[in-house]
Each structure stands twice: as structure tokens, then as C-alpha cells.
């Protein structure tokens, strides 16, 4: 029998970080993990309402890479693990992540930045105020964009073609939404954009980038928008509006109103059901999700290139600021 | 849209149905076992609530999730504590989570231990500090 204490008092080396504007008070063993945590934190001037605390001990004694992800959850307790070297364990209730990695996974920066912050903010998100939307983000002169769509809709092969249209890129797929004291904010994290294969008829520049498999099995190419593509990458900003994706074999472009009902269905899809144990959290988040069901939203129906729904959306927003003005 | 878009699917698990409910109170002290196995049910009401009883350890709350999905992985037991928490791995499938300020255990047990030996084995191993 393995015994393992996470014993904070033991954990030298501590860091205050911010991921997606969640305070995160880290503490570990490993000075190498909290240089990789580090690298990846990004302050921002709107904070969620509460912080997380992360514990993690590096056992030193294996470099066994991160194997199959493999989660389970009851009441406040969610437990995830990478092979038999890397657990994790997510105490909602205390808004706690302690962890158990090998040396291997502490120095696996993509493996922190892709998977494991991003998982953290969605299971300790709801006791934190920051609620997980499946939309991209993009900002344009401070306002917010959000593109909602089911997977598959193009919300990344749009978000790369409108940061190509001087939109500022805050995030492709997941969108953390917290609440401030004027409105909601809007959240990246620095995860990379996801592009299917298919993407390359649209982007040149993919040509000689390698596909890789991603968390959920899938081929795709997983590359940092701002290196690749020359975007300027925005770490929050304020939703304005929200748009759903709907692509179709026609050609054009067509806007539609969506109904507040629509927009919360929607919302609500992209969250998972809490227990009853969490029942604050989930009262605190149907308040966000309220707020965002809120904005002014539309189905855009499109068919054509990304580059042609990207102009149609500047020209859109262009139109509604027009409207705000008068 | 309509509503049936609105779909959750359970990925964590946390919401099997379990069935197979025991409860007492002694005292102040409530016990629960809430399973979706009847044999895990049975054996942990018999074993862990007396035992705890007779210690007079105070109440607890079991929910156990005999997990078919779960792999099987293994046969090393790792105990895990952070303070507040202690949670005991059988590899990765069996998972079982102690909080004694919440006064609950929780679990999911893989399909290839038997009810036996999670009553006489490893609840033990995690209770017993």
C-alpha cells in the first residue's frame, strides 16, 4: 500500500496565479511544476468573485507520462487520474484541487495548459462564480463577441478568420463567464485552437503544421493563434452579444433574433447538472448563465467560406454599434 | 431549438440511481447506505455501520457506486490524504472517498471486487487512520 499526504506544510515552493481571472493560491513540492504553473497564469483586471486553492506533491520516483483520463464525481467530490501515477482529486466544497503527479506530467507544459487548467476551471468553476460556455470569444474594440455552436458548427475555423478581420481573439471553444460589478466578463484561457483537418482549404498557413489527436480522440491541429496565425489574443473582455452558428449549404449569410428562452437552453447544455450538495453553486450560476441568456442574440445561418462569415459578422457588429449610437 | 437540446450527459456518474437505500438513526447519529448494488448495500450496512456503532465514531453517510465502466486496472492501493480528504485508489477503477467533517463515504467500486473484501478490506484501510 502507497500512502500519500499532501501535506501543505511540506510544500515549499507556493505561487499566487490567475487562470481566467480565478485566483489560484498554488502550493507543491516541485519548483520545476511551479515555474511550468507560472508560465501559464495570466492576471487580468476583472477577478472572479473567489479563488481556488491546488496542492500538488510530485513524486519523483516516475516519469510516467499522462495515460487515459478517467473522471468520476459524488457530492462535492470529483476525482480524475492519468494513468495510476497522476490523480487528481477536486473538493468543490473547499474550492480545492490536490494532486498526486509524476515528474513526468509536472514538466508536461501542453498537458497543464490543455487539459488540466481548463478541466479545473470547469469543476471548480461553479463554486468560484465562472461558469464554462461553449462558445468562442472575440473582442473588437471592447466588445465582446460570443459564438455559440454545437461542436462541429466552425466556431474555430470562424474565430481564426475573424481575428484575420482585426477581431481580437479571447477563445475558440470554452469561455469562462464571470460576473463583476457592471456586468459579465468574459474569460480565455490560453489553450490553444483546435482546427479539424478539413481547415487547411481555408488557411494556407496550416500547411506544415502536424495534426495531432486531441483529449477526445479526435485528428486535429492544436496551434497557438497568436503564433500561427499573427492574431492579438485578448484574456477578457465584455459580451455585447451572443450568436449561434448555423451552417448551411446555401449560400449568404442570414441573421435571425433569438429568443432569451433559446439562448438559456442553450446555455444550460453547456454546463453540467450539479448535485444537490452544491446547491449555492448552482444557484450562483443559473444567476450568470441569466445574464448572458440576457444579451442580445442571433442565429447566424451561413453558407461560404469563414472568411465570408467573418466580414458578414463585421459588418454586423459594425450595424448594431450603429444602433447603440442612435 | 427546443428543449430536449438541453441534455446532460451524466459523464461523472454522480447521478446513478441507487436503489438500494438503509438508514437508522442512533441518537443523534444518522446512517445511511445508498448503493446501486444490492450486495454492496447489504455488506456495508452489516459491517461498516455496526463497527462504526459500536465505536460510537458518529454518523455516516455511504453512497457506493458499483461501477461496471470502471477499469480494473490493478491491484496496488494508494491512499491519498490531504487534510481534509482521504480518498483510497485500487488502481485507477475503484476509487473510495472519506470526508469525516461531512461525515460521508463515497465511492465507486470496480466490478471485479467483491463486496467482501470492500467491507473487510478496504473500507478499513481508508477508515482506520
Redesign the interface.
Known amino acids: 500500500?502507497?500512502?500519500?499526504?499532501?501535506?501543505?506544510t511540506a510544500l515549499l515552493h507556493s505561487r499566487a496565479l490567475c487562470f481566467a481571472g480565478a485566483a489560484c493560491d498554488l502550493r507543491t513540492n516541485s519548483p520545476e511544476l511551479a515555474r511550468v504553473l507560472e508560465a501559464l497564469s495570466i492576471t487580468t483586471d476583472e477577478a472572479a468573485q473567489s479563488g481556488f486553492h491546488m496542492?500538488v506533491v510530485v513524486d519523483e520516483s516516475t516519469v510516467e507520462g499522462a495515460g487515459e483520463p478517467?473522471?468520476?464525481?459524488?457530492?462535492?467530490?470529483?476525482?480524475a487520474?492519468f494513468?495510476?501515477s497522476n490523480?487528481f482529486?477536486f473538493?468543490i466544497l473547499?474550492r480545492?484541487l490536490?494532486a498526486?503527479v509524476s515528474v513526468g506530467v509536472a514538466r508536461d507544459y501542453r498537458f497543464w495548459k490543455e487539459k488540466l487548467i481548463p478541466i479545473t476551471l470547469g469543476v471548480l468553476g461553479a463554486a468560484m462564480g465562472l461558469v464554462p460556455v461553449h462558445c468562442a470569444c472575440l473582442e473588437l474594440d471592447g466588445d465582446g463577441l460570443l459564438i455559440a455552436g454545437v461542436s462541429g458548427a466552425g466556431k474555430s475555423t470562424l474565430s481564426v478568420a475573424l481575428s484575420e478581420e482585426g477581431f481580437n481573439y479571447v477563445s475558440d471553444d470554452w469561455t469562462y463567464i464571470s460576473q463583476s460589478r457592471d456586468g459579465i466578463v468574459a474569460h480565455g484561457t490560453s489553450a490553444p485552437v483546435k482546427l479539424l483537418p478539413d481547415a487547411v482549404r481555408h488557411f494556407q498557413n496550416l500547411r506544415g503544421h502536424r495534426l495531432q489527436t486531441s483529449m477526445n480522440g479526435e485528428l486535429a491541429y492544436e496551434l497557438d493563434v497568436a503564433e500561427v496565425f499573427g492574431a492579438q489574443v485578448e484574456r477578457a473582455c465584455e459580451p455585447r452579444w451572443l450568436i449561434?452558428l448555423d451552417r448551411t449549404q446555401d449560400k449568404g449569410a442570414v441573421f435571425t433574433p433569438?429568443s432569451y428562452a433559446?439562448a438559456r437552453?442553450?446555455l444550460?447544455?453547456s454546463?453540467?447538472?450539479l448535485?444537490p450538495q452544491l446547491g449555492d453553486a448552482a444557484a450562483m450560476r443559473e444567476q450568470t448563465i441569466e445574464c448572458v441568456a440576457l444579451l442580445p442574440s442571433w442565429r447566424l445561418q451561413y453558407g461560404g467560406t469563414p472568411q465570408f462569415a467573418a466580414k458578414e459578422l463585421r459588418e454586423f457588429v459594425a450595424h448594431r454599434r450603429q444602433e447603440i449610437c442612435v | 431549438?427546443?428543449?430536449d437540446?438541453?441534455?446532460?450527459p451524466?459523464?461523472?456518474?454522480?447521478?446513478v440511481p441507487t436503489p438500494y437505500v438503509f438508514g437508522r438513526y442512533d441518537g443523534p447519529n444518522r446512517f445511511l447506505v445508498e448503493s446501486n448494488d444490492l450486495e454492496i448495500a447489504l455488506n456495508v450496512r452489516q459491517s461498516v455501520i455496526a463497527h462504526r456503532q459500536a465505536d460510537r465514531n458518529g454518523g455516516l453517510i455511504c453512497?457506493l457506486?458499483r461501477?461496471s465502466a470502471?477499469?480494473d486496472?490493478?491491484s496496488?492501493?494508494?491512499?491519498?490524504?490531504?487534510?481534509?480528504?482521504r480518498?483510497l485508489?485500487l488502481?485507477?477503477?475503484t476509487?473510495l472517498?472519506h470526508?469525516p467533517e461531512?461525515s460521508?463515504l463515497?465511492?465507486?467500486v470496480a466490478r471485479n471486487v467483491k463486496a467482501h473484501e470492500l467491507v473487510s478490506s478496504l473500507i478499513p484501510?481508508l477508515l482506520d487512520k
Open positions: 500500500m502507497v500512502c500519500i499526504s499532501i501535506d501543505q496542492r478517467h473522471f468520476r464525481g459524488l457530492h462535492h467530490v470529483v476525482t487520474s494513468g495510476r490523480m482529486l473538493d473547499r480545492t490536490s498526486r449561434f433569438i433559446d437552453v442553450y444550460n447544455s454546463v453540467e447538472r448535485p | 431549438m427546443t428543449d437540446r438541453c441534455w446532460h451524466d459523464l461523472l456518474r454522480r447521478f453512497k457506486i461501477d470502471n477499469p486496472d490493478g496496488e492501493i494508494t491512499i491519498v490524504s490531504n487534510g481534509t480528504l480518498v485508489y488502481g485507477t477503477g476509487i472517498i470526508d461531512r460521508e463515497l465511492g465507486f484501510a
